[in-house]
């Protein structure tokens, strides 16, 4: 054969050859997107399911606000028997489950903690629980949806690298943000701040991707909505700063007891009580349904569900409440996280914030009221996650207010700082960390929780 034809032979195998890898590029990334734009349709479903769970609960009260009596250890009875028979791994907020499965290199777990059937189960069963007036929100589980999806894509195209599995996780838990909020750069920081605690450059291009797919999916589906509304207040600086200092401490003080609370209580309740839950989870959920239903009954039915109704009127100063709503909020949210039942902190976190910062309002004058507000949502959620710069943009973007950013990061910061003096760890990361120690010791059930508090929540 001539040399010129063993040339033109060679170069055009390595034509066909780079055609192929092209080919197989460009289909990889086709299911990634279709991955991404498949978290944003799930989560905009998860919303929608959550708004009528919400609106049949508000039918009930209107029947009788003494019904929940009945309804709320009823529903978080069944949703525990449920989970603990049928859909271990679906308890809880979801987020830590995100963490730990991208520090796990053992994918039989991973593969059962981020399972379809977990995600579906995740949502049907926080709807449930907003049905049935449990103090939960639906923002933590669809991180997890997200994961999950995310994760199947992987499998799905055949990834056994767990670096690139990671990256699917952490992007599709950041894309549920983004989704769920339609907030994304909240999105994009929180998966940098929260889930990864770092920025790596070969995975940014993933979840950045993922990030703006699920959040033009959703804007696409519900259009390109605030969470909380529009708001104008600003914070000059000046002596309005002086909201900012109160805030901080006060936000960092409450949500840094609330954070230590919960990481002592998903360490075993001590005592009889502590044997009682062991023994007894689902009576114990019912006896939790009770508290919660008493909880209501005492504040008019202010401490149902994910508290975003309240939060946005507090932020709008459409609705005034009294000072212990966010007191009651916050001890409602307490129990329904002992209760075991699926469902997150996110949503009841920001509705306790801002019922605090419309109670330290009233005793600053000088500052725009509205403001305040904003200053106490943003200092008690950074507080409690325990992350000031999701808390920041997540703030900002669900008021699309740009001009008190810098008051919310100084709050957010401070807030932070008088947190970690109470709670060493961070929520979230403290679960992830419980979760992934009892993976290493029973391997064979990460996934099963040994009490109504195990950390997996």
Same mark, same amino acid.
């Given at each position: 054969?001539?040399?010129?034809?063993?040339?033109?032979?060679?170069?055009?195998?390595?034509?066909?050859?780079?055609?192929?890898?092209? #080919?197989?590029?460009?289909?990889?990334?086709?299911?990634?997107?279709?991955?991404?734009?498949?978290?944003?349709?799930?989560?905009?479903?998860?919303?929608?399911?959550?708004?009528?769970?919400?609106?049949?609960?508000?039918?009930?009260?209107?029947?009788?606000?003494?019904?929940?009596?009945?309804?709320? *250890?009823?529903?978080?009875?069944?949703?525990?028997?449920?989970?603990?028979?049928?859909?271990?791994?679906?308890?809880?907020?979801?987020?830590?489950?995100?963490?730990?499965?991208?520090?796990?290199?053992?994918?039989?777990?991973?593969?059962?903690?981020?399972?379809?059937?977990?995600?579906?189960?995740?949502?049907?069963?926080?709807?449930?629980?907003?049905?049935?007036?449990?103090?939960?929100?639906?923002?933590? *589980?669809?991180? %997890?949806?997200?994961?999950?999806?995310?994760?199947?894509?992987?499998?799905?195209?055949?990834?056994?690298?767990?670096?690139? %599995?990671?990256?699917?996780?952490?992007?599709?838990?950041?894309?549920?943000?983004?989704?769920?909020?339609?907030?994304? +750069?909240? !999105?994009?920081?929180?998966?940098?701040?929260? /889930?990864?605690?770092?920025?790596?450059?070969?995975?940014?291009? #993933?979840?950045?991707?993922?990030?703006?797919?699920?959040?033009?999916?959703?804007?696409?589906?519900?259009?390109?909505?605030?969470?909380?509304?529009?708001?104008?207040?600003?914070?000059?600086?000046?002596?309005?700063?002086?909201?900012?200092?109160?805030? !901080?401490?006060?936000?960092?003080?409450?949500?840094?007891?609330?954070?230590?609370?919960?990481?002592?209580?998903?360490?075993?309740?001590?005592?009889? /009580?502590?044997?009682?839950?062991?023994?007894?989870?689902?009576?114990?959920?019912?006896?939790?349904?009770?508290?919660?239903?008493?909880?209501?009954?005492?504040?008019?039915?202010?401490?149902?569900?994910?508290?975003?109704?309240?939060?946005?009127?507090?932020?709008?100063?459409?609705?005034?409440?009294?000072?212990?709503?966010?007191?009651?909020?916050? +001890?409602?949210?307490?129990?329904?996280?002992?209760?075991?039942?699926?469902?997150?902190?996110?949503?009841?976190?920001?509705?306790?914030?801002?019922?605090?910062?419309?109670?330290?309002?009233?005793? +600053?004058?000088?500052?725009?009221?509205?403001?305040?507000?904003?200053?106490?949502?943003?200092?008690?959620?950074?507080?409690?996650? %325990?992350?000031?710069?999701?808390?920041?943009?997540?703030?900002?973007?669900?008021?699309?207010? %740009?001009?008190?950013? /810098?008051?919310?990061?100084?709050?957010?910061?401070?807030?932070?700082?008088?947190?970690? #003096?109470?709670?060493?760890?961070?929520?979230?990361?403290?679960?992830?960390?419980?979760?992934?120690?009892?993976?290493?010791?029973?391997?064979?059930?990460?996934?099963?929780?040994?009490?109504?508090?195990?950390?997996?929540?």
């Amino acid at each position: 054969m001539p040399a010129s034809v063993r040339a033109a032979s060679v170069q055009l195998r390595h034509i066909r050859e780079q055609a192929k890898a092209g #080919t197989v590029n460009w289909r990889r990334k086709l299911i990634y997107w279709s991955g991404a734009i498949m978290v944003g349709l799930v989560a905009v479903a998860f919303a929608a399911l959550a708004d009528k769970a919400a609106t049949l609960r508000n039918h009930i009260l209107a029947l009788s606000p003494w019904l929940m009596l009945g309804v709320l *250890p009823g529903g978080l009875a069944l949703s525990t028997w449920l989970t603990r028979t049928w859909f271990r791994g679906a308890q809880g907020s979801g987020i830590p489950q995100a963490i730990a499965c991208m520090h796990l290199n053992d994918f039989r777990v991973v593969d059962k903690v981020l399972s379809l059937k977990i995600a579906i189960a995740k949502i049907f069963l926080t709807s449930f629980g907003l049905l049935c007036g449990a103090s939960i929100g639906r923002e933590g *589980p669809t991180v %997890q949806v997200g994961a999950a999806i995310m994760h199947t894509v992987g499998r799905f195209m055949g990834i056994h690298d767990p670096v690139r %599995q990671h990256a699917l996780i952490k992007a599709g838990g950041a894309a549920g943000v983004a989704a769920a909020f339609n907030t994304p +750069l909240a !999105g994009i920081v929180f998966g940098i701040e929260e /889930l990864a605690h770092s920025y790596e450059q070969r995975t940014s291009g #993933t979840m950045l991707t993922c990030v703006v797919l699920a959040g033009v999916t959703a804007i696409a589906m519900v259009g390109n909505y605030t969470y909380f509304g529009h708001t104008d207040s600003v914070v000059p600086v000046g002596v309005s700063w002086l909201a900012v200092l109160v805030c !901080g401490v006060v936000g960092g003080l409450s949500g840094g007891l609330f954070s230590a609370l919960l990481i002592r209580i998903s360490r075993g309740i001590p005592g009889k /009580l502590g044997a009682f839950v062991t023994h007894h989870p689902v009576a114990f959920a019912a006896l939790c349904g009770l508290v919660l239903a008493c909880i209501g009954l005492v504040s008019g039915g202010m401490t149902y569900g994910t508290g975003y109704q309240q939060a946005r009127d507090i932020i709008v100063g459409s609705e005034h409440y009294p000072a212990s709503y966010f007191v009651l909020k916050c +001890l409602a949210t307490i129990v329904s996280y002992c209760s075991g039942i699926p469902g997150g902190l996110f949503a009841p976190s920001l509705s306790v914030g801002a019922g605090m910062g419309g109670w330290i309002a009233q005793f +600053l004058p000088h500052t725009t009221p509205g403001a305040v507000v904003l200053l106490g949502t943003v200092a008690y959620f950074a507080a409690v996650t %325990q992350s000031p710069l999701t808390a920041t943009v997540i703030v900002m973007e669900m008021c699309d207010n %740009q001009q008190v950013t /810098l008051a919310l990061l100084a709050s957010a910061f401070l807030a932070f700082a008088v947190s970690r #003096t109470l709670c060493s760890h961070a929520l979230y990361g403290a679960l992830a960390v419980k979760f992934l120690r009892s993976t290493n010791h029973k391997p064979g059930s990460s996934t099963r929780p040994s009490t109504a508090t195990d950390t997996a929540r």
